[in-house]
């Protein structure tokens, strides 16, 4: 087993035990700190990709901003414990089937799929001889994506008035 | 070189796992984690396809989609700031004023 498989493997199961925290934690705030554990995962199997300025974006901007944000409504509000009515103990058959039937659809699709992947050729040269550079992706977004880059900040614009507008407490 | 086929798989368990954390969860804020989840898994296969294909196609899509989700964040945490307000609450249950 090479030494890539054994850093693969070992932050896959950080990232699957990080997400099943999430969903067998009772409070949010350590549901939260469960999901800051998936993300720096995933940052890390970015790096193993080759893909450092999505795996540097994943931590600032998910792990950073995203996560505190969170952090900090969850504070803010004070939640405390959550409640289980006899309602959502009902949800749980049918809730349980689905997620065995989605999970199966997508086993389905990937392994009759494989071999598709397989006959994709075999492009680790031409990663490492910095296709996946910050200097190529910079060129991309700002020659071919520069449309729809302008558009996102007018979508960031948006969504700061948005969250300003909803969050702002009135006077009476 | 690790095969394509393993991110691909990883990508769907931890998929997996937002779908079930988002119909167990009651609590309004981890619901919108657990679609921060889904999202991720997402993210996963885009740079994993992107990587196989040997084109960064796949990275920008993954840029493009950090920030819908950062300004998704920033919305929706404004409305559950005012669910929060209004109902005195964050269990999804109890916001049911559209109930009969």
Known sequence: ?172 | MIPTTYYIALSAVLFGLGVLAFIFKRNIITIFMSIELMLNAVNLAFVAFSQANGKLDGQIFVLFVIIVAAAEAAVGLGIVILIARNRQTLNVERVDLLKL
């Open chain 1, 1 to 172: 087993m090479s030494a890539q498989l054994i850093v693969f493997f070992v932050l896959a199961a950080l990232a699957v035990l990080g997400a099943l925290s999430l969903i067998f934690q009772k409070h949010p705030i350590h549901s939260a700190l469960s999901l800051i554990v998936v993300m720096v995962a995933l940052a890390g199997l970015y790096l193993l990709m080759g893909a450092e300025f999505v795996a540097a974006v994943q931590i600032i901007v998910y792990g950073g901003a995203i996560m505190v944000l969170f952090v900090f409504v969850i504070m803010l509000l004070n939640a405390g414990l959550e409640e289980h009515t006899s309602i959502s103990k009902m949800a749980g058959f049918p809730g349980i089937l689905l997620a065995i039937a989605l999970t199966g659809f997508i086993a389905a699709t990937v392994a009759r799929s494989a071999g598709t992947f397989a006959q994709i050729p075999d492009s680790t040269g031409k990663i490492s001889g910095g296709l996946s550079s910050t200097h190529d992706i910079s060129t991309a977004i700002f020659k071919t994506f520069v449309y729809p880059f302008e558009l996102t900040s007018f979508l960031i614009l948006i969504a700061i008035l948005g969250a300003i507008v909803l969050a702002h407490r009135e006077k009476h």
